[in-house]
């Protein structure tokens, strides 16, 4: 059994998850709209990913024996204008969830939850990737973006994103 303010903590990330996967999908029919495939794509993987995360908060508490809550999952709210916003939206999203993670760790340190915090540990890596990636792609689409071949040819990179299985499996 769980300390009751982790088991909380670890039911709200999966909500949080599923909003993630939300707006990164928001983020896919946005691009797609404007005509960048690989845009698209890149974020269609990306909600695939953050679906996987949520499954895998439900997986441990279910381990656990801890009840599963599934919250309300909010409306994609980032507007999204210009070619960047989606990018700039991206890393403040991926900077808030990193917080959300080391909340939890901390609530499962506090209580010498050491099995919580090595489930953790796959997800604090994970944000380190997912707020690089955030930054890389907003780094290149300042030096290239702005011209119609570097954008075609970020467009292409983009497009070869494949969707892997986590390697976190419960
Ligand atoms: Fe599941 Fe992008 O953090």
């Known amino acids: ?72 999952i909010d409306k994609p709210d980032k507007p999204l204008l210009s070619l960047m916003d989606p990018l700039k939206a991206g890393l403040d999203h991926e900077q808030y969830v990193t917080g959300l993670i080391n909340d939890i760790y901390a609530a499962a340190y506090d209580v010498k939850d050491f099995r919580t915090m090595q489930f953790l540990d796959w997800f604090v890596k994970e944000q380190l990737e997912e707020e690089k990636n955030a930054e890389d792609m907003i780094k290149k689409m300042e030096l290239f973006g702005n011209d119609s071949k570097g954008l075609y040819s970020l467009d292409a990179e983009y497009a070869a994103r494949m969707y892997a299985a986590p390697s976190l499996v419960l």
């Open 1 to 72: 059994m769980l300390n009751a303010k982790v088991s909380k903590l670890l039911n709200e990330q999966i909500t949080k998850e599923l909003y993630s996967a939300y707006i990164y999908l928001d983020f896919s029919v946005f691009y797609e709209a404007q005509g960048l495939d690989g845009y698209a794509n890149w974020y269609m993987v990306q909600a695939q990913e953050e679906r996987d995360h949520a499954m895998l908060f439900l997986k441990y508490l279910q381990q656990n024996g801890e009840e599963v809550n599934l919250g309300m």
